[in-house]
């Protein structure tokens, strides 16, 4: 009930130059399957629901395939194999005019299963999380959004938190979405953000969020019981811990129950983080694309032990930084050089060759992408990534048949790579 630290720091907008402050909403991304899965509890305390309740038998008319095997425990634990209807090959050209869980069905409903059983293993998946939403609509005969003001919202002191369309980002009250990469170079990412949903996406702040917490952590939302079932970790997700019902359980080196979920999207990352024994509640909002888990495990590591372990710099920084003082000829012609000058003997990742090709192609800067990529392809020759980004950045330029040639050899390297087959659909190859 007390709030140890705040503090608000960089631009809410950098081109208008307008600070975020306490008060700032950010698109919360995928935190917002917390507020879902809190929705989804309620009405199984209720005894409205069932973990065990098939979809087919919720949703009759869903159009799903395996509904009949398919259950609300496998939507909340990501188990179920419906995927991702944001790589539905119509998604990108038509998500500024979808306005409701509705609209979205026949994305989700098109979908081919991403697992060979209902169950088989944990598959992040968006598209159970829109079921979820559903779900919540077709039992209480309301919005998802009205679910949310009445039934989180009201008892928990929520104020200034909500799901609008189409999605705003106008700062001082909201956060601009970027792509920063150094003071100097960054996107702006307003026009490729989604719209929010039961998945997703919510407009929310560190003052809202800490209520949410307190919330839970007090008993305010669920009994008891049904909320530490929430939180029990049930599958493995390969990063620590274990995925609960829209939360992950974490492991940690302070011997204390936290759950978490954080979220990402083209300009926000965000981390929610609850200390069930000691009631603490962290919050992390960013408008840019940087790990918040970073600030998040060194604000409990203070708590507990008093120190922390300053983030290392992402090495595509470090090469924005230095394209900036020498130019990019200088990164093409001397990047072993300036690897081993950073301590690498090779890129340590193709995360790197990534992202630092997708700043360049964020600034329209085609060629120096494509020259990144080159650079990644020699070092990752069997790393479908390699090839796919390229596609992507031909498919960008409106290029579909060399765009192909590349998906396609993706795929010559692993037959089942999804954004290759995503892509392709989408160019109608």
Avoid: C
Avoid at 123 to 141: A, M, Q, V
Avoid at 147 to 172: C, D, M, V, W
């Amino acid at each position: 009930n007390q709030v140890l630290y705040q503090k608000a720091i960089g631009m809410a907008d950098r081109e208008k130059q307008m600070p975020n402050d306490i008060s700032t909403n950010f698109n919360i991304a995928s935190m917002g399957k917390t507020f879902t899965a809190t929705l989804i509890m309620q009405l199984i305390q209720e005894g409205k629901l069932s973990l065990h309740s098939t979809l087919e038998s919720v949703l009759p008319k869903s159009g799903v395939q395996k509904a009949d095997s398919i259950t609300v425990y496998h939507l909340l634990t990501h188990s179920s194999g419906v995927g991702n209807y944001m790589m539905h090959k119509n998604y990108e050209q038509d998500r500024t005019k979808l306005t409701s869980l509705a609209s979205l069905m026949p994305y989700v409903r098109e979908m081919e299963p991403t697992m060979p059983y209902v169950g088989a293993s944990h598959h992040y998946s968006n598209s159970g999380f829109i079921l979820l939403g559903r779900i919540i609509e077709t039992i209480t005969g309301k919005t998802y959004i009205q679910n949310l003001q009445e039934r989180i919202f009201k008892k928990a002191g929520i104020q200034n938190s909500y799901i609008h369309y189409p999605a705003t980002f106008e700062a001082p009250k909201e956060a601009v979405p970027y792509i920063a990469y150094t003071a100097k170079t960054y996107h702006n990412a307003v026009a490729e953000e989604f719209p929010a949903y039961s998945d997703g996406g919510m407009q929310s702040n560190v003052i809202d969020l800490w209520h949410f917490g307190k919330a839970l952590l007090t008993n305010q939302l669920l009994g008891q019981s049904f909320r530490d079932t929430m939180w029990k970790g049930r599958m493995d997700i390969g990063r620590g811990g274990k995925y609960a019902f829209g939360w992950i359980d974490n492991t940690n080196p302070w011997g204390k129950k936290v759950v978490s979920h954080d979220g990402g999207g083209k300009g926000f990352s965000t981390d929610l983080k609850l200390v069930l024994e000691d009631g603490y509640v962290v919050v992390v909002l960013l408008n840019n694309r940087v790990n918040p888990r970073e600030l998040s495990n060194n604000i409990l590591s203070i708590i507990y032990t008093g120190q922390y372990q300053k983030p290392d710099k992402y090495l595509e920084i470090q090469l924005t930084e230095t394209m900036e003082q020498k130019g990019f000829q200088y990164i093409v012609d001397n990047y072993t050089t300036i690897l081993k000058e950073k301590g690498f003997d090779k890129t340590p990742s193709p995360w790197v060759i990534i992202r630092f090709s997708d700043m360049l192609e964020n600034l329209g800067e085609y060629d120096k992408a494509y020259a990144i990529q080159e650079l990644g392809r020699k070092e990752f020759p069997k790393e479908t990534s390699m090839y796919n980004i390229t596609g992507q950045l031909l498919a960008t330029q409106g290029k579909k048949a060399e765009a192909k040639q590349w998906f396609d050899k993706a795929l010559a390297i692993d037959p089942k790579d999804e954004f290759a087959r995503m892509m392709l659909k989408q160019l109608g190859l």
